[in-house]
């Protein structure tokens, strides 16, 4: 992103005597300042409010007194409403100088200057690169980048950000009860707050209430494939899917991987993996993404990110992939990697404050507004662990609430020993959550001992759930033998389903990763009998590659 030049704005009824001011302020300060001007005063405030949803920012007012739409003061009381700290210079005629002092008293004038302003080096510059001088003292530069406009506890602007979050999209937030900014440019644009949540683009356009298909088009993601037949499809751009697409399109396959939210999967949302290979430091889940995807379109694969798929068909050896805006996909070969959701929590109130204040991973996403919080976290594997060290570097404190007696059963030893070293993180063993409770958000958790039954009330700033490994695999209609939680069987694990040998045409076994299906293929988390580490995830879906080239051999 290019960093932004403060702006002086000029406005003048009398062309030759703006171009002239413009000729001279653009001579002295174009290196640092950008230079704008025009001569309608209503042009200027309908640009004014452009720069302000572009996010620009004005240094300096000048403007003549006296002009047929507006009277110069008049002009200046509407625009510092809008940059309330840009300092105002009042171009004026000799006999206009009780205009100016009065406008010192109404619109806290800080200049005027009388025409002309021959020479300039000792009329003008002098006086404007004094207020610039004050100006720069107390400026500092603005957020470059997407807006978000929202209620810190609405869902839908939980979604948006853990969406641009997740896809490594810069976005700044303004809570409409608790900033200016946002409440400024709600007034400014006429945005009645029962549309929020609303996006503010670089380019100064806004969306309300959008989704985020939306959103990733006007962030350049792509939602539409360029062809109509590919060799091979990878639905979900977690670990294994982002390995699949490396490999697909490095050894020449022509490949298309298609992401519901945002790449990375649960490992994307780690704030730090510091067991994977060849990182001794650790790295981010959305560093390591943003690596991952980053290879894969260099080998030229197609991404289509936020695109839902909604079934997969067969027709002789084609695959046809149906996407949620109906249009379809031929594809000769499917590796299905959309990995698992976390369980959700079945307790009274639980379903009331989602996105509100209880969120299902997303400790990165919603960090910053946890600060000088208690908050909770249930869970006990790496992901809860990873969470809770990331989200003690704001709360006050962050507890772990955990059935077991201990972190041993399913926690790597490595963050067992950094949860046992950080102050503000306690364990609660041997205790579940039975209610959450509040208004319009989570105020308070039930917390109940599973060995005494007692039960206790606390305040919660929010709640972070990491439970369980669903599998994401509700949207495949096909009959694909899936074992009693849910999860992909693939392979030799097929063979001992008398479903596999009514339905299985090939006369061969499947291959190591294939699935019930001939042709279809599952790697990483969704797969029964994955070992749930991100290495292992990226280890499948290379394989995954290797049997797709055999199975196109033999089709």
Same mark, same amino acid.
């Given at each position: 992103?290019?960093?932004?030049?403060?702006?002086?704005?000029?406005?003048?009824?009398?062309?030759?005597?703006?171009?002239?001011?413009?000729?001279?302020?653009?001579?002295?300060?174009?290196?640092?300042?950008?230079?704008?001007?025009?001569?309608?005063?209503?042009?200027?405030?309908?640009?004014?409010?452009?720069?302000?949803?572009?996010?620009?920012?004005?240094?300096?007012?000048?403007?003549?007194?006296?002009?047929?739409?507006?009277?110069?003061?008049?002009?200046?009381?509407?625009?510092?409403?809008?940059?309330?700290?840009?300092?105002?210079?009042?171009? %004026?005629?000799?006999?206009?100088?009780?205009?100016?002092?009065?406008?010192?008293?109404?619109?806290?004038?800080?200049?005027?200057?009388?025409?002309?302003?021959?020479?300039?080096?000792?009329?003008?510059?002098?006086?404007?690169?004094?207020?610039?001088?004050?100006?720069?003292?107390?400026?500092?530069?603005?957020?470059?980048?997407?807006?978000?406009?929202?209620?810190?506890?609405?869902?839908?602007?939980?979604?948006?950000?853990?969406?641009?979050?997740?896809?490594?999209?810069?976005?700044?937030?303004?809570?409409?009860?608790?900033?200016?900014?946002?409440?400024?440019?709600?007034?400014?644009?006429?945005?009645?707050?029962?549309?929020?949540? #609303?996006?503010?683009?670089?380019?100064?356009?806004?969306?309300?209430?959008?989704?985020?298909?939306?959103?990733?088009?006007?962030?350049?993601?792509?939602?539409?494939?360029?062809?109509?037949?590919?060799?091979?499809?990878?639905?979900?751009?977690?670990?294994?899917?982002?390995?699949?697409?490396?490999?697909?399109?490095?050894?020449?396959?022509?490949?298309?991987?298609?992401?519901?939210?945002?790449?990375?999967?649960?490992?994307?949302?780690?704030?730090?993996?510091?067991?994977?290979?060849?990182?001794?430091?650790?790295?981010?889940?959305?560093?390591?993404?943003?690596?991952?995807?980053?290879?894969?379109?260099?080998?030229?694969?197609?991404?289509?990110?936020?695109?839902?798929? %909604?079934?997969?068909?067969?027709?002789?050896?084609?695959?046809?992939?149906?996407?949620?805006?109906?249009?379809?996909?031929?594809?000769?070969?499917?590796?299905? %990697?959309?990995?698992?959701?976390?369980?959700?929590?079945?307790?009274?109130?639980?379903?009331?404050?989602?996105?509100?204040?209880?969120?299902?991973?997303?400790?990165?996403?919603?960090?910053?507004?946890?600060?000088?919080?208690?908050? =909770?976290?249930?869970?006990?594997?790496?992901?809860?662990?990873?969470?809770?060290?990331?989200?003690?570097?704001?709360?006050?404190?962050?507890?772990?609430?955990?059935?077991?007696?201990?972190?041993?059963?399913?926690?790597?030893?490595?963050?067992?020993?950094?949860?046992?070293?950080?102050?503000?993180?306690?364990?609660?063993? =041997?205790?579940?959550?039975?209610?959450?409770?509040?208004?319009?958000?989570?105020?308070?958790?039930?917390?109940?001992?599973?060995?005494?039954?007692?039960?206790?009330?606390?305040? #919660?700033?929010?709640?972070?759930?990491?439970?369980?490994?669903?599998?994401?695999?509700?949207?495949?209609?096909?009959?694909?033998?899936?074992?009693?939680?849910?999860?992909?069987?693939?392979?030799?694990?097929?063979?001992?389903?008398?479903?596999?040998?009514?339905?299985?045409?090939?006369?061969?076994?499947?291959?190591?990763?294939?699935?019930?299906?001939?042709?279809?293929?599952?790697?990483?988390?969704?797969?029964?009998?994955?070992?749930?580490?991100?290495?292992?995830?990226?280890?499948?879906?290379?394989?995954?590659?290797?049997?797709?080239?055999?199975?196109? #051999?033999?089709?």
């Amino acid at each position: 992103m290019s960093k932004k030049k403060p702006i002086i704005f000029a406005v003048d009824d009398e062309p030759q005597v703006l171009s002239a001011l413009q000729r001279d302020l653009r001579k002295q300060y174009r290196k640092e300042y950008k230079v704008m001007s025009t001569t309608s005063v209503k042009e200027a405030l309908e640009t004014l409010q452009e720069l302000k949803n572009k996010n620009e920012v004005v240094a300096l007012f000048l403007s003549d007194q006296r002009m047929p739409e507006m009277l110069g003061v008049e002009y200046l009381e509407q625009a510092v409403e809008v940059f309330p700290e840009a300092k105002r210079v009042l171009v %004026t005629a000799y006999s206009d100088i009780e205009a100016a002092i009065k406008g010192i008293n109404d619109v806290q004038l800080d200049y005027y200057i009388t025409k002309p302003w021959d020479p300039p080096e000792e009329k003008l510059f002098p006086v404007i690169q004094d207020l610039l001088d004050v100006w720069q003292m107390n400026y500092k530069p603005g957020f470059n980048g997407i807006r978000i406009l929202g209620y810190q506890f609405s869902p839908k602007s939980h979604q948006i950000k853990d969406f641009l979050a997740g896809n490594l999209v810069p976005y700044q937030w303004l809570d409409i009860e608790q900033s200016e900014e946002a409440q400024q440019l709600a007034t400014l644009n006429n945005i009645d707050y029962k549309n929020l949540p #609303a996006v503010f683009f670089e380019d100064g356009e806004f969306l309300t209430n959008p989704s985020l298909l939306d959103i990733g088009s006007k962030t350049g993601h792509q939602s539409q494939a360029s062809d109509t037949m590919y060799d091979v499809t990878i639905i979900g751009a977690g670990p294994a899917g982002l390995s699949a697409a490396v490999y697909g399109g490095s050894e020449g396959l022509k490949t298309l991987l298609i992401e519901r939210r945002a790449p990375g999967g649960q490992a994307g949302t780690s704030s730090r993996i510091e067991n994977y290979l060849g990182f001794p430091s650790g790295l981010s889940g959305q560093d390591l993404s943003r690596r991952a995807i980053t290879q894969a379109t260099r080998f030229g694969i197609e991404f289509l990110s936020p695109v839902q798929v %909604t079934n997969i068909e067969t027709k002789d050896n084609y695959k046809i992939i149906t996407l949620d805006d109906g249009k379809t996909i031929h594809t000769r070969a499917v590796i299905v %990697t959309t990995g698992v959701d976390y369980r959700k929590l079945e307790a009274p109130g639980m379903n009331d404050f989602t996105g509100a204040g209880i969120y299902y991973g997303a400790a990165t996403t919603e960090a910053a507004a946890c600060r000088d919080k208690d908050v =909770y976290i249930v869970g006990g594997g790496n992901s809860a662990g990873q969470g809770a060290m990331y989200l003690a570097k704001f709360a006050r404190h962050v507890y772990i609430v955990i059935r077991k007696p201990n972190l041993n059963f399913s926690m790597s030893q490595y963050l067992i020993d950094q949860i046992a070293g950080t102050e503000n993180i306690t364990l609660l063993p =041997y205790t579940t959550i039975t209610a959450a409770k509040g208004s319009d958000h989570l105020q308070q958790i039930v917390l109940q001992n599973v060995q005494t039954k007692a039960e206790e009330e606390r305040e #919660a700033g929010a709640l972070f759930i990491f439970i369980g490994a669903k599998p994401y695999t509700e949207w495949i209609d096909l009959e694909v033998l899936r074992n009693q939680r849910g999860f992909l069987e693939t392979g030799r694990e097929l063979l001992k389903y008398h479903e596999f040998h009514k339905a299985w045409i090939p006369q061969r076994e499947p291959f190591l990763l294939e699935t019930s299906v001939p042709g279809i293929f599952a790697a990483g988390d969704v797969r029964a009998g994955a070992m749930n580490r991100v290495a292992s995830a990226v280890g499948e879906g290379a394989m995954a590659i290797k049997f797709v080239h055999e199975y196109l #051999a033999e089709n």
